[in-house]
């Protein structure tokens, strides 16, 4: 052995040594030809459209909901059912008793699932590619909010079925105003009301002098670092025109850009930018002061965290509301139809309300909640049986006319939290 | 008959094999069938066609997509997010070095001294894995709380600031990567440290080298291809992560992989997130390319 | 920096990097790495001890979620394991998954892994750059671009759409681990196997097989842990069913319920409880070894592993 050489020769030889061969170039021509000819191929590949607008002769349920049609529907004593998770109560070895107390009375076997997880990805994964291509997406009745994207281009590319309006009893009865002939759905054509919430401030009285009257606070210095926002363009694009005192529902793309030069000026006062774990933050004082979800506070209030409050401000707060409809592919609309009046009886909506806690599409049912199931607390909240300082502090979500106008309300605010 | 050669041994480059005497050998097929037949059609034919979705232009209204050969959307994209491409590249190679340092240890005492309990360690080190990420995840931003049982103790007894803070910051995310990818760190350094002939250990010793010298010069050599192959498997996944910079980051520490997200589901730009997902994929294999050329290795594949 | 050269008669310790003989003190150093080493895995467990604890967390709230601050033991959600409902068929039906895939996975992953390594044939580099654009690929893309596949395809989503994929993607690592294993010995073991008789099969069974087997069980060890772990391939292509990693990840948005950290423990100890079978087995076989060797009184050389006499091929 020798005296350790400076450079090892094999290193030397390696680093200087010519890699690229002859084979080396046959085999990079040869991928890339083949890479040209698999995208020739692909070149005549192109994905067909999805007929939309006012032709309503091209779309799916074109021959659907109909008098005639309803009347040739049966019951096939048989649902599918997916909904977001902790939205149907619980008892006791896994059950749902409100599921099976409708199944003993109509003898309608409910096979319920909870994959929606938020509108967006429930749209990419569960609908649009199943529907467009005529397949099944498994389900009868499906649960979307009106205040993403997915629900407009359901009704629009008409893959809902339209409900049959004479076997909605219980619905035309003890339907709440609030969800009767709404803004995204013009007379209940297609959808009947789940639940409903509000998008609104929460702050934690520990640190945070009440009463919050604006949503102004949201922007105070004196909270910096400990702001939580909402990581949604359609949610902060409304706070941010809120604090410009415009009502989302009648604004305008210039309101939009302003709004959102609001919203950048916010951003160093901003922690981050939540889904739906905001509430984890705000339980561990990590954010003393958030937009939230009623329902998410009223249930932490429960939890323990008393130092929760909520705020209404002047500026106004969002009502959302969770709507069930059918895919056009369900194959026992009859039975969900059964389903979804079943749940406007009052006595049933008792039930489930006083186990999601979020606003209540039937205000009769509050009686009910609060003699026969002795549970005040929700009867009497705000929060679940809105009051009339509540509806009128309520606004509605903007209504994207196309395609392009939902572009441009994404690209104006997705920026900011991306 | 093939030759085969242990690697590590300085050899002359490949000669092309001579046609005349070569007979076709349907053994490596039939081997490597089940695998290229299940990668060809589960992934190589679905991600082309994704892929090509990025040359391509849809039209939001009605989810048309037609071929127009668009390579403007490459360019279009690297300059909307290159801010979230950089930081993507610089969160996923520190997590990658950390993790490297960490593991490196770690493995080669388990190669080294692990003795019969070596199954054992590796799997202490993967078990933690089984459970799931949002269970991992949300047991760290419980303990990294602003007053959680890590930075309340210490804020009481004033060795930090009131108003620090660990989460929705890049520290967090970049320390949630490297604890998540660790395994993917520590597994190929611990393959290629064990594996790593001890008579030339003693025979460094025989020459009179100290434990110093016989790291040095010997075994941290031999590794270089482990090492290789942990930065890989660690730094093109941590590249693509999204969960740690939703979870635990903050306001300006989004990465390229919560871009991808955010285009394909929310603004369902399909041409973008093909194009997004391209670019990294290319990135990662250039870089791949070209560190090995660094490293001088035979060729990059039989390192890995 | 070279050692001092050993006086006349003195025997030099050739074991430079073993641990010392027993009886004799050992340096404070010799400690660092050990002590590093634990630390580390410690440092792995801190989120799961968190989890195993308050799994033993008492809440009163009427709805089923983690309490973040301790109230008090009990072992109520342990019995009450089964009490939310879907989550426990997504729980098995993960294991079933995973388990699955980590059989699958590791035979067809070591198969090209051998192939790979002991030939080289056409399309050896396309299959290796395949290999690293499996892993490059985000899985975002992977995920989507399987659900217009099999949608295209009329495939019903569901366990095999599932398995389908994920062996997809765990065949990359298996084969990269196996052959990081493989590559560094010298196969002429097998042709000296060969060589005294063996026909191919039992030469695979009884010499190659034992030298990358602890490369296919790291590789099956990877799969295992990516499967059960896996979420975003699986939101695409899981259909109907749910797996664990998607029902508690929506889950998280009101809050998790008690039952799910029960089930991490489960997982967590039944993996512990592997390792430590592992560990008494190997210790079993050892002392056989070591009792058999002296027997035939060979000298110890317990410092080294058996594996490691592989190393070198025939001794």
């Known amino acids: ?418 | ?304 | 920096m070279s050692a001092a050269v050993p006086a006349e008669g003195e025997v030099r310790d050739l074991s430079v990097e073993m641990p010392p003989a027993r009886g004799r003190r050992r340096r404070w150093t010799s400690y660092i790495l050990p002590v590093y080493s634990w630390l580390v895995l410690i440092y792995l467990l801190i989120p799961i001890a968190f989890m195993v604890i308050y799994s033993f967390n008492q809440s009163h709230s009427r709805l089923p979620q983690v309490n973040y601050k301790w109230e008090g033991f009990t072992t109520k959600w342990y019995q009450q394991w089964n009490g939310i409902p879907g989550l426990g068929d997504a729980f098995f039906l993960s294991i079933k998954l995973a388990l699955a895939t980590t059989i699958v996975a590791a035979i067809v992953g070591t198969l090209l892994a051998l192939a790979l390594v002991k030939y080289r044939f056409r399309g050896k580099g396309g299959v290796e750059q395949t290999m690293f654009t499996n892993i490059a690929a985000p899985e975002i893309v992977l995920g989507a671009s399987l659900l217009g596949f099999f949608i295209t395809l009329n495939v019903d989503r569901g366990f095999v759409t599932l398995l389908l994929a994920h062996v997809m993607f765990s065949i990359a690592y298996v084969t990269i681990t196996v052959r990081a294993r493989l590559s560094g010995y010298d196969l002429n073991v097998e042709w000296a196997a060969q060589d005294l008789g063996a026909t191919p099969w039992v030469t695979f069974w009884k010499v190659t097989l034992p030298l990358i087997y602890p490369g296919i069980m790291a590789g099956a060890l990877l799969a295992f842990a990516l499967s059960i772990d896996d979420f975003v391939t699986s939101s695409f292509v899981a259909g109907n069913s749910t797996t664990f990693p998607l029902w508690v990840y929506a889950a998280v948005r009101v809050g998790i319920p008690p039952q799910v950290f029960v089930l991490g423990t489960v997982i967590f100890t039944a993996g512990v409880i592997v390792a430590a079978m592992n560990l008494v087995s190997q210790g079993r076989r050892k002392r056989q070894e070591e009792a058999a060797r002296k027997k035939a009184n060979e000298p110890d050389e317990s410092v080294v592993d058996v594996e490691a006499e592989f190393n070198v091929g025939v001794r």
Request: with cysteine; aromatic share 12%; charged share 15%.
């Open chain 1, 1 to 418: 052995m020798t005296d350790e050489p400076v450079i090892d020769p094999s290193l030397l030889r390696g680093l200087t040594q010519s890699r690229f061969t002859r084979r080396d170039l046959f085999r990079y021509a040869g991928a890339a030809g083949g890479a040209l000819g698999i995208s020739a191929i692909l070149a005549a590949c192109g994905t067909k459209g999805i007929a939309t607008g006012s032709a309503a002769s091209g779309k799916p349920n074109a021959n659907m909901g109909t008098a005639a049609w309803w009347a040739q529907q049966s019951e096939h004593k048989v649902l599918d059912f997916d909904n977001w998770p902790y939205y149907m109560d619980i008892g006791p070895n896994n059950s749902h008793p409100s599921l099976d107390e409708f199944t003993k009375k109509t003898g309608i076997k409910v096979n319920y699932t909870e994959n929606i997880q938020d509108n967006p990805s429930y749209w990419t994964q569960h609908i649009l590619p199943q529907l467009r291509a005529g397949q099944s997406q498994g389900h009868d009745i499906i649960v979307l909010t009106n205040n993403d994207y997915p629900l407009g281009y359901m009704l629009n590319f008409g893959w809902a079925i339209p409900l049959d309006h004479s076997a909605m009893p219980n619905f035309d009865k003890y339907a709440s105003k609030l969800v009767t002939n709404p803004s995204w759905d013009p007379g209940n054509t297609y959808t009947m009301a789940w639940q409903s919430g509000y998008t609104l401030i929460a702050y934690n009285t520990k640190y945070v002098k009440g009463p919050i009257n604006s949503v102004d606070v949201l922007w105070d210095p004196q909270y910096k670092g400990k702001i939580g926002m909402f990581g949604n363009a359609s949610e902060l694009g409304c706070v941010g025109l809120l604090a410009l005192g415009k009502d989302p529902a009648t604004s305008t793309p210039d309101d939009w850009t302003a709004a959102a030069a609001k919203l950048q000026e916010q951003k160093p006062l901003v922690r981050s930018y939540y889904d739906q774990d905001y509430i984890k933050a705000l339980k561990a004082e990590d954010t003393w002061i958030s937009m939230a979800w009623s329902g998410d506070i009223f249930q932490a209030g429960l939890q323990g965290y008393d130092t929760l409050q909520v705020a209404i401000p002047q500026e106004g707060v969002m009502f959302w509301t969770d709507n069930m409809l059918m895919p056009y592919t369900a194959s026992n609309p009859k039975d969900a139809m059964v389903y979804m009046d079943y749940v406007y009886d009052p006595k049933v909506q008792a039930v489930i309300e006083d186990y999601n806690n979020y606003v209540c599409p039937v205000p009769s049912s509050k009686g009910i909640i609060a003699t026969d199931l002795h549970d005040p607390a929700v009867a009497n909240s705000p929060l679940v049986f809105p009051n009339s300082q509540m509806i009128a502090a309520s606004k509605n979500y903007y209504q994207w006319k196309d395609a392009q106008d939902l572009k441009t309300w994404n690209d104006t605010f997705i920026p900011i939290f991306q």
């Open chain 2, 1 to 304: 008959m093939e030759r085969h050669v242990h690697p590590d041994l300085p050899v002359e480059p490949d000669e092309p094999p001579r046609r005349s005497r070569r007979r076709f050998q349907p053994a490596p097929y039939l081997l490597g069938a089940p695998a290229i037949l299940w990668l060809a059609i589960l992934f190589i034919v679905p991600l082309f066609t994704m892929l090509s979705l990025s040359l391509q232009t849809c039209d939001p209204n009605t989810y048309a997509c037609t071929m127009t050969w668009n390579f403007g959307e490459f360019g279009n994209v690297i300059s909307r997010y290159s801010d979230q491409l950089i930081r993507s590249i610089v969160y996923a190679g520190a997590a990658t070095v950390i993790d490297l340092v960490i593991a490196f240890p770690l493995a080669y005492w388990i190669a080294f001294y692990g003795g019969r309990r070596k199954n054992f360690y590796l799997l202490m080190l993967l078990v933690p894995f089984f459970v799931s990420f949002v269970i991992r995840t949300t047991a760290w931003q419980f303990l990294l709380a602003d007053q959680g049982p890590i930075l309340g103790p210490l804020k009481s007894l004033h060795l930090l600031p009131q108003n620090y803070h660990v989460l929705a910051t890049w520290i967090a995310v970049v320390a949630g990567m490297a604890y998540n990818y660790l395994p993917f760190t520590a597994l190929p350094l611990y393959v290629a440290l064990e594996r790593i002939d001890r008579r030339v250990i003693e025979a460094a010793g025989d020459l009179y080298s100290n434990r110093t010298s016989v790291f040095m010069r010997v075994i941290f050599p031999l590794a270089i291809p482990g090492i290789f192959a942990a930065f890989l498997l660690t730094f093109v996944p941590a590249a693509g992560d999204f969960v740690n910079a939703s979870i635990l980051g903050g306001t300006n520490n989004t990465m390229i992989g919560n871009v991808i997200q955010q285009a394909f589901l929310v603004q369902n730009d399909y041409p973008a997130a093909s194009a997004l997902s391209a670019i990294l994929m290319a990135a990662m294999l250039i870089g791949i390319f070209a560190y090995s050329k660094i490293l001088g290795a035979r060729t990059i594949e039989e390192y890995v």
